[in-house]
DNA sequence: TCTTGACCTGGAGCGCACTCCAACCCTGAC
DNA sequence: GTCAGGGTTGGAGTGCGCTCCAGGTCAAGA
């Protein structure tokens, strides 16, 4: 219709950061809205709304929602108005899920922390003090 | 050799968090130091020294190390003493790409969170007062 | 007219990290 | 003696999330 209607594939995939495989990925397993618009030549053409929508969705695949569970949130928003409570409670369930994993991460880090800590002590003791200083420069 | 000469798989399994299954495949895989200790039996025997390296490597995995960098530090372990700064480089990019990943993770995770707040604020205008602040404590 | 390049589709392939399975071996209890 | 239980091995299978490919369409430029 309009003839400035929206990107070409290889735009959206610069702008999202998603290989255009990708965006053809998502849409195909239903994680998209709608299966994005065309071209007359059937050449795909990626509009702000979509953008935002990928933008969003690759927010929460890089916080490790499963493809699946992005699927079912795509499904209560292409259902409209009416379940933002079961959306909220999508996304609730999922902070939780991402708070309770970085907390883990974090100790675990704290771990290797130490272990780091344990190897810089020992090369220091070893090594000449000269180079050592060199060599490890605090973090 | 001595007869309480260590742990079945099952136990070790019990004390690591790891199935029987992944802790063979670990050791197939040579991310353990040596082979781990058999019974008379041909049944593996875990020392506390194997379950003190399996909690290790499990926190290096659950930080998200792949598996082929933990065999190149169990490598660089079983070549004994004299590259200690080579398992400090990698102890220490390791740690950086956490770092960046855990600053990513929140990042998005403050989107999300707006997110969140959107459907609240929603619903706290949609649905009766009452029966909503009974369905959406805050956090 | 021919070529190039960007895109299309359906479907196969891949890397990762397990996970499962069949066939077998011991030991000990009944 | 036989059977259950707990292990062994090598190798196949699985789920996830892409990633790649073949064969095709179309439009614009030399």
Redesign the pocket.
Known sequence: MNPTAGL????ASERTGL????L??YERDGLMLHAVGRS?????RYTETDLRWIRLITRL?ATGM???AVRRYADLVRQGDGNEQERLDLLRAHRQQVLAQLAEVQDHLGAIDAKIGIYVEKLENTLQPTLDLERTPTV
Do not use: Q
């Open positions: 070409s594939i290889a735009d290989t255009p495989d990708t053809r990925y007359s030549t059937g050449h795909r695949r499963p493809i699946r």
